[in-house]
């Protein structure tokens, strides 16, 4: 297919109505020149397909298909083969379904555990969500369906979602918003990229140029399309000038005929519309090319592994006494409604119609050993004293206790934010009174994001399952079982209160407009900065064996940013068990200029060890590992000096750490003036050597003849601790026979320096 060819064939009117929907689901088609329609669908967890009615809220069915772990579970998984494995089935089923592009992954950062999306979205730390979300995005297009990384940018609260302005500074957009999309567009090449709803410092992201165009296509060299989330356009005209190409679902004509009016009247180049056109058929015709509906789709097999994918992905988060796995005829007692009915995915556009779902007592319902108990209900704070009474009693009776507990349908979903991080009150009150009666209580968790646990210290243990996909049930008894050892880690902290979290004072803003004054101190970034508990930090997770480090080794101790580090360590499988370790390396930098986080993650790497093995696992290290966003370079900066190459357990326990010395190549731009002060002047040694014959005098003026030893009144530490902090103008007062035309020359020839 010659797309310029069919371009300039086609009439305005033509161009202007392929930039938007058939209908909910379908580009159109102008069957006079063969241009086919295709067909988007939602994800990201599955395959979403709506043959009959439409709605981007879950609300009418779609076809049958699996359900896999949602992303707040594959996530924890830090395992991106996995990740790319589901891509490959959510690619079938979308070859299958005649599908050209999956509507995901969402790969907004989790700022605060109350966005009712989170379930959907990856992680708080920007480096690790994009990695699984460029793995998924491959193992996606592997199969010739394209994704669209969703939602650019800075959707991080469904509150106001379609009118609020994320006002967010430029480090902080550059170090925590943008990395993950950065990495899937450089990395995974994803076809299309879908614009959030939201405005970003006071442009809707529909309209907004500097991201859509200028970073995602001029920085990035993204060269798919870029699609409107369901709704997301108000001025057609400005959303295609900024780079906005394809709008869904579709305004019935009026925003074409808004455009076609538009070039008519000179307002819009025509160019910029063929361009949308261009892009739009490219990606297009990269699906039609490769259609392939004879594409076998097995749900059963995919089933099969869903189970496995969520098993990998379940978080170990407390396990005294080596309570679980459980041993062979132990008593067990289960309890919760979930056991029966798992909650295993999330509400709104993500909602799949799952071929089958299985539950705990799929598995282990036949079992003599084991009694099933609702123990509470899904309505309200779910408070049921009989159940309650009931399930205690049987409580008693057993060797173990496993409380099913969660979060219902209604406490997290698309469209709103939640107003606490608390599970319904009559399951804290039912976990304490089991926990009360039989200390071997294991609490599962199905949830899509962190929840308080007041009876942590009375629980014997705790398995994080998310919200675990269609097979969570099977994947659920494996690990309970110890068919399958735990290996996830948290990809979000899980703090105490919710008044503890970074955002907390502003968290969905006021009126239409919310301002991230944490900056980059999201997450663990800012838990480790003011070092406030927590019930499990960032990374944390346990494992049925245990696993040792050594010999961490950098291939040298001094480099500069143009280089680059090679870092190996020996991570030993030292228990009994076969096993999965997540291997995490965080970067510290020791002494800076500008704030920066106690560590960040700048590599992970899971590796399967049996019992007494040893692997060498190793990560290579370039400058953006040591960087951070200058604002007056606009660009990754690194700042001389030492940093730490730190192997930890989780974002707060270092395990092995290594110092090394970084050199960044380029110089901070100094614009020195009178007022400039020593401690900044004093990073350009250029200009510290234009002052040099200066600075004796100031010396000894500023000491009024003590000579700055330990017994003077003033010490040369002290001397020099003032001296940073005078400015230039200084030299004036203190700095000797000094006029004001010589000290302006000083300044030129320190700024030309
Ligand atoms: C959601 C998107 C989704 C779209 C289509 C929107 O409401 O924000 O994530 O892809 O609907 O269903």
């Not at 080596?322 to 029966?340: D, H, M, Q, S, Y």
């Not at 200058?630 to 974002?651: H, K, M, P, R």
Request: charged share 25%; net charge negative; glycine share 8%.
């Amino acid at each position: 297919m010659n797309i310029a060819d069919i371009i300039s064939h086609m009439t305005l009117e033509e161009k202007a109505s392929l930039c938007s929907g058939a209908d909910f689901w379908h580009t159109k088609a102008v069957e006079r020149l063969g241009i086919e329609p295709v067909m988007v669908s939602d994800g990201p967890h599955g395959l979403r397909k709506q043959d009959d009615k439409a709605d981007h809220l879950g609300v009418n069915e779609s076809i049958k298909a699996v359900c896999f772990p949602a992303a707040c579970a594959s996530t924890a998984s830090f395992d991106r083969d996995m990740l790319y494995k589901i891509g490959e089935a959510i690619g079938d089923s979308c070859q299958h379904e005649q599908v050209s592009v999956n509507l995901g992954p969402a790969i907004n950062i989790k700022r605060s555990p109350l966005c009712g999306r989170n379930f959907e979205y990856l992680s708080e730390d920007p480096y690790l969500a994009g990695e699984l979300a460029a793995s998924l995005a491959r193992g996606i297009q592997s199969r010739h369906v394209g994704v669209s990384v969703k939602h650019f940018l800075a959707n991080n609260q469904e509150h106001r979602r379609m009118s609020s302005s994320s006002n967010i500074d430029d480090r902080t957009l550059r170090e925590i918003y943008l990395p993950a999309f950065e990495n899937v567009v450089k990395t995974a090449r994803p076809w299309t990229v879908m614009c959030s709803y939201n405005k970003i410092n006071g442009t809707l992201a529909s309209e907004n140029k500097r991201f859509l165009t200028d970073i995602l296509r001029g920085e990035w060299g993204f060269d798919g399309y870029v699609m409107s989330d369901w709704g997301a356009v108000s001025d057609r005209v400005a959303a295609l000038r900024a780079g906005l190409d394809l709008e869904m679902p579709s305004s019935n004509g009026t925003n074409d005929a808004r455009i076609v009016e538009a070039v008519k009247r000179g307002e819009l180049d025509e160019s910029v519309l063929d361009e949308a056109v261009r892009r739009i058929l490219t990606v297009n015709e990269r699906y039609l090319s490769h259609a392939a509906p004879e594409t076998p789709w097995d749900l059963d097999a995919q089933h099969e592994q869903a189970r496995a994918f969520a098993a990998q992905s379940m978080v170990l988060l407390k396990n005294k006494h080596g309570v679980l796995p459980l041993k062979e005829g132990t008593r067990v007692a289960v309890i919760g409604r979930f056991a029966k009915k798992p909650r295993y995915q999330g509400g709104g556009s993500s909602h799949i119609n799952a071929h089958k779902v299985t539950s705990l007592f799929d598995e282990w319902g036949g079992k003599p050993n084991v009694t099933f108990l609702d123990g509470y209900t899904l309505e309200g704070e779910g408070r049921d004293v009989a159940l309650m009474l009931e399930a205690e009693k049987a409580a008693a009776a057993a060797d173990v206790a496993v409380i099913m507990a969660g979060l219902p349908d209604s406490f997290e979903s698309e469209g709103y934010d939640r107003a606490h991080i608390d599970l319904p009150k009559g399951q804290n009150e039912l976990i304490s009174r089991v926990a009360a009666v039989n200390p071997n209580t294991v609490v599962v968790l199905h949830n899509g994001s962190p929840v308080a646990m007041p009876w942590i210290g009375a629980v014997a243990a705790v398995l994080e399952a998310y919200l675990g996909g269609q097979a969570v049930g099977g994947a659920v008894a494996d690990v309970l079982s110890g068919k399958v050892n735990p290996s996830g880690r948290l990809p979000e902290t899980f703090p105490l209160r919710i008044e503890d979290t970074p955002c907390y004072l502003n968290f969905g803003g006021e009126g239409n407009s919310v301002t991230y004054t944490e900056g980059v101190f999201v997450g663990y970034r800012y838990y480790t900065k003011v070092r406030r508990e927590v019930y499990f930090p960032f990374g944390y997770g346990l494992s049925y064996t245990h696993f040792t480090y050594d010999n961490l080794r950098c291939d040298r101790q001094k480099l500069d940013d143009t280089q680059t580090l090679t870092v190996s360590v020996d991570v030993t499988n030292a228990g009994e068990t076969a096993g999965a370790e997540v291997v995490q390396l965080y970067v510290a930098d020791r002494e800076s200029s500008v704030f920066r986080p106690v560590r960040e993650l700048k590599g992970f790497e899971k590796v399967f060890l049996a019992p007494h093995e040893t692997k060498t696992v190793t990560f290579t290290l370039g400058k953006r590992a040591f960087a951070y966003w200058n604002t007056e370079l606009d660009d990754w900066y690194v700042e001389s000096g030492l940093f730490a190459v730190q192997i930890c357990a989780n974002a707060n326990q270092v395990i092995l750490e290594k110092e090394v010395e970084v050199v960044g190549t380029a110089e901070a731009p100094a614009h020195f003036d009178v007022n400039s002060v020593f401690m900044d002047i004093m990073r350009s040694p250029k200009a510290m050597k234009v002052l040099e014959p200066l600075i004796g005098d100031l010396y000894s003026t500023m000491a009024g003849g003590s000579d700055g030893s330990a017994d003077s009144a003033i010490s040369s530490d002290m001397l020099n601790a003032m001296l940073l902090n005078m400015p230039l103008h200084g030299l004036l007062s203190f700095g000797g026979k000094l006029t004001w035309d010589g000290l302006i020359d000083i300044v030129k020839r320190m700024n030309e320096a």
